[in-house]
């Protein structure tokens, strides 16, 4: 329901997707050490995250994760590029 989702996806795709990676999810505990991975510290919880979740696609439009492209087994695409390739 974001507004700059809104630029890639219909609130229908997103749904649709939201849908699909939900049976493919599961809950990841947030209570862990970050150490510095990105050029901007605000964003490594969320690398942190992938990894301990053994996430393969984390999607973002922040230029800071995006610029790594990987982070271990994990790719870091745009919005648009998830849903050309999964949508």
């Known amino acids: 329901?974001?507004?700059q989702f809104r630029r890639y996806l219909t609130v229908a795709q997103a749904e649709r997707a939201v849908r699909r990676i939900?049976?493919?999810s599961s809950l990841v505990e947030t209570a862990f050490q970050v150490r510095p991975i990105s050029r901007d510290p605000k964003d490594?919880?969320?690398?942190?995250?992938?990894?301990?979740?053994?996430?393969d696609i984390l999607i973002t439009g922040d230029e800071d994760l995006l610029v790594?492209?990987?982070?271990?087994?994990?790719r870091i695409v745009k919005p648009a590029a998830f849903r050309k390739e999964f949508l």
Request: charged share 40%.
């Open 22 to 24: 939900s049976k493919r």
């Open 44 to 55: 490594d919880y969320l690398l942190a995250l992938a990894k301990k979740g053994k996430a």
């Open 68 to 74: 790594l492209k990987k982070y271990g087994k994990t």
């Open 1 to 3: 329901m974001r507004p």
